[in-house]
């Protein structure tokens, strides 16, 4: 059953999977209609935009999840003391980096926001917002990362059992 508690805890999930669906959709609909030489401009660009959705989106529901691609050596080889000032350091590099990104992509979409894209005629600003939207979804969540390793004794977050992933 579909609940408004499910849905906003996976609201990153079901945006980033409505944007592929409608860039698949948008591929395959301009690659027929190209196999019948009839070409639809606006495919391209509509797969292009839907595309920038779903990675930064999906960016930050990994992070949310913490799936995303990590090297584990140096929490090997470093004491358990010190892996928690490690992560902290990460974590601020992380929270330094997502904050660059909510700075320039409000910049960027306050800029082109009354430019209408090519094809579709949508402002442009529209395609750019997801970039400090989904700056402010990673910092949230690497700021909540981070209160969980210092409230752990030994600064090592451990993922829920149902948020584990398979390993290899």
Do not use: Q
Request: net charge positive; hydrophobic share 50%.
């Amino acid at each position: 059953m579909i609940t408004i508690k499910g849905i906003i805890k996976n609201l990153e999930e079901i945006v980033a999977c409505v944007f592929f669906s409608i860039m698949c959709s948008a591929v395959i609909i301009g690659v027929l209609a190209r196999l019948f030489n009839f070409s639809i401009v606006w495919t391209d660009e509509l797969s292009r935009y839907s595309f920038i959705w779903v990675v930064f989106i999906g960016s930050a529901a990994v992070l949310k999840r913490k799936k995303h691609i990590t090297i584990e050596f140096l929490s090997v080889v470093v004491p358990k003391k010190t892996l928690k000032y490690l992560n902290t350091l990460i974590g601020i590099c992380l929270i330094s980096i997502f904050l660059v990104l909510i700075r320039f992509g409000i910049l960027v979409t306050a800029d082109t926001w009354s430019v209408p894209t090519t094809s579709l005629g949508i402002p442009t600003g529209l395609i750019y917002v997801v970039v400090p939207i989904s700056g402010v979804l990673m910092t949230v969540y690497t700021i909540l990362d981070l209160i969980t390793i210092w409230r752990n004794k030994d600064g090592i977050e451990e993922p829920h059992p149902e948020e584990r992933g398979v390993e290899i």
